[in-house]
């Protein structure tokens, strides 16, 4: 069975870390660009992180650069989200999401919302005191 799922989110502090996981069953995300998305309550859901699926280059948004990571444990075949000095305004509802868009494709942006081939149903990210 194809399938994505996110898991590790939770309630955290302002400042504090979590890191979430995407764990893949049914294909490789070897070959995959994968995109970390989420959406906070009364907003669009929106691209922020991406890692290309054969060199691993990443892209982040210039919300999330230089608080958050994102990496790929090929053998564990799982995408991670690390998320550093999180802000109230991180919390939101964080999906991963995978795009067969060929093995050389680099991640310069974010993917795009309607050419994602799979999607998890995502996890909820608090951030409050």
């Known amino acids: 069975q194809v399938q994505l799922v996110e898991s590790g989110g939770g309630l955290v502090q302002p400042g504090g870390s979590l890191r979430l996981s995407c764990a893949a069953s049914?294909?490789?995300?070897?070959?995959?660009?994968v995109t970390w998305f989420r959406q906070a309550p009364g907003k669009e859901r929106e691209g922020i992180s991406c890692i290309s699926p054969k060199d691993g280059s990443t892209f982040n948004a210039d919300s999330v650069k230089g608080r958050f990571t994102i990496s790929r444990d090929s053998a564990k075949n799982t995408v991670y989200l690390q998320m550093n000095n999180l802000k109230p305004e991180d919390t939101a509802v964080y999906y991963c999401a995978a795009d067969n868009i060929g093995t050389y494709y680099t991640c310069r942006g974010p993917g795009l919302e309607y050419a994602m081939d799979y999607w998890g149903k995502g996890t909820l990210v608090t951030v409050s005191q």
């Open positions: 049914g294909f490789s995300l070897d070959y995959y660009a």
